[in-house]
């Protein structure tokens, strides 16, 4: 169990550790693509969803008329926009419009917290489905980090209570101790239910079995997700039902303020469908919950609003991972919960270097240094790029993505060619300049943006130029105070 718990952990550290950190951020994700469009202006304090829902509907039937489907993403209390899009053929395209006017908006173009959420289960740079693999693979060694952690700490409890400043690996030790049992029983929640997200790619086999290989995707799709049948196109043009009186039912059926996405088949059709879905804020499921209408009459011809047993298990597994339904302090809860999970593994690896004198331990000491605070770079580049790229610039977006992988490799190059002690300091004064750089760059182009979000960098940065005084964790000092 101790070898099990020793090299599992070495060999999946350093992407667990990025993946707690963007899984963490990805909590604050709409807060974050908020700020980082800072050209859209707030969402007004009170907004009827219903006026909004109707402004949309305009704005698509000018933009987007003769469509197979249109969909409507409605602001809630973490958006400010109206996120639609339509499909034409094989044409897919979004828009983002203004819920006060559902006129078009045309923000830089960014990923937003987007990017950090698809990063932290699909990688970047490598197919999806093989990005998929291999944090699939991680995730199953954490596991066994942690149940083998379990079993070979016999004094599990007592040392959770037990903390040495200043005695070198001891005190790293306890560090380790303490934050991997404080967060334990969230870290076997998020890292278990990750798996269970992605079962259908990691097993795929049942579904494929039942449905066939071909149909398996489509079909598990229309258990999974909001998808009806809609009937041929009429030929014959026919205006869409009043929307008003579909979303009062749907808000009597969820109460208000309940409604997430609307999809509109065959839009000006007399064969259109128009289905209002349940969000998914406020509910401990991702269960599809929807009510179906003819799109013409306004009858209600379905309402699909409960789920056999495996799909409402399912769905509270997806729930809990994604963490929707929480409210700002639980919200808040769960990113220092994947802080303590970060926390645990960089503890675990600088252990891992203190109890060895070998070749490889320097490779690792290295690849921690890279790994652990020239991720915090890395991600202060991304969010400098956002700021200080040029507006029209052609694949901005992919080029914030870009930055953020260039720094990263930077920092990986300069771990590579200093002493471990030296790169160690000048990696976290490097991360808390640009973190304050990121503040200051904030106030001066940006002065709508979120001020709560300028003190989170300036405390993040005080926290690096702290990390950057911390003796370094060596083979030496482990001798001397094991």
């Not at 919950?289 to 309402?303: E, H, K």
Request: net charge positive.
């Amino acid at each position: 169990m101790a070898g099990l718990h020793t090299w599992a952990g070495l060999l999946a550290g350093w992407l667990l550790y990025a993946i707690f950190i963007t899984g963490g951020i990805s909590y604050f994700r709409d807060e974050l693509t908020q700020w980082l469009r800072p050209e859209i202006p707030a969402r007004p304090a009170m907004l009827d969803q219903t006026q909004a829902a109707q402004r949309a509907l305009a704005t698509l039937a000018q933009q987007a008329a003769g469509a197979e489907q249109w969909q409507i993403d409605l602001p809630g209390t973490r958006s400010n926009v109206i996120d639609v899009a339509w499909e034409q053929g094989d044409d897919y395209q979004r828009a983002l419009l203004d819920p006060a006017s559902g006129a078009l908006l045309r923000p830089r173009a960014t990923q937003g917290g987007e990017f950090f959420y698809y990063l932290h289960f699909s990688l970047h740079y490598l197919p999806g489905t093989l990005g998929r693999w291999i944090v699939g693979l991680c995730a199953v060694m954490a596991l066994a980090v942690m149940v083998s952690g379990v079993i070979v700490h016999r004094r599990i409890f007592s040392d959770f209570f037990t903390f040495r400043p200043g005695k070198g690996q001891r005190s790293w030790l306890d560090a380790h101790n303490a934050g991997s049992v404080l967060g334990l029983p969230f870290h076997l929640m998020i890292v278990y239910t990750g798996l269970v997200t992605l079962m259908f790619t990691y097993m795929p086999w049942g579904a494929a079995g039942v449905f066939g290989q071909q149909q398996a995707r489509s079909e598990l799709a229309k258990v999974m997700q909001v998808r009806f049948d809609t009937p041929a196109r009429s030929g014959k043009d026919t205006p869409l039902a009043d929307l008003a009186p579909l979303m009062a039912q749907a808000t009597a059926q969820w109460g208000k303020d309940s409604v997430g996405r609307i999809i509109v088949t065959h839009p000006g059709d007399a064969s259109a469908r128009l289905a209002i879905a349940r969000s998914d804020t406020r509910r401990l499921s991702v269960s599809p919950s929807y009510l179906l209408f003819d799109g013409v009459n306004g009858t209600l011809l379905a309402r699909q609003d409960s789920a056999s047993a495996a799909l409402s298990t399912w769905g509270t597994a997806y729930a809990l991972h994604l963490g929707r339904y929480a409210d700002p302090v639980l919200r808040c809860l769960y990113f220092i919960s994947s802080m303590l999970g970060a926390a645990m593994v960089a503890t675990g690896m600088l252990l891992w270097t203190a109890k060895r004198e070998t070749d490889g331990r320097r490779f690792v000491e290295r690849a921690n240094v890279m790994c652990i605070a020239g991720l915090a770079s890395a991600v202060a580049a991304f969010l400098l790029a956002n700021r200080l790229l040029p507006l029209d610039m052609p694949d901005r977006a992919q080029w914030e993505i870009h930055c953020f992988f260039l720094c990263w490799g930077i920092c990986a190059l300069h771990a590579a060619c200093r002493p471990a002690s030296r790169s160690w300091r000048e990696q976290w004064h490097t991360a808390a300049l640009l973190w304050i750089a990121l503040a200051l760059v904030d106030v001066i182009s940006a002065p709508r943006a979120f001020p709560i979000f300028d003190a989170a960098f300036l405390c993040l940065a005080c926290g690096f130029i702290k990390c950057g005084g911390f003796p370094t964790l060596s083979y030496r000092s482990h001798r001397r105070y094991r």
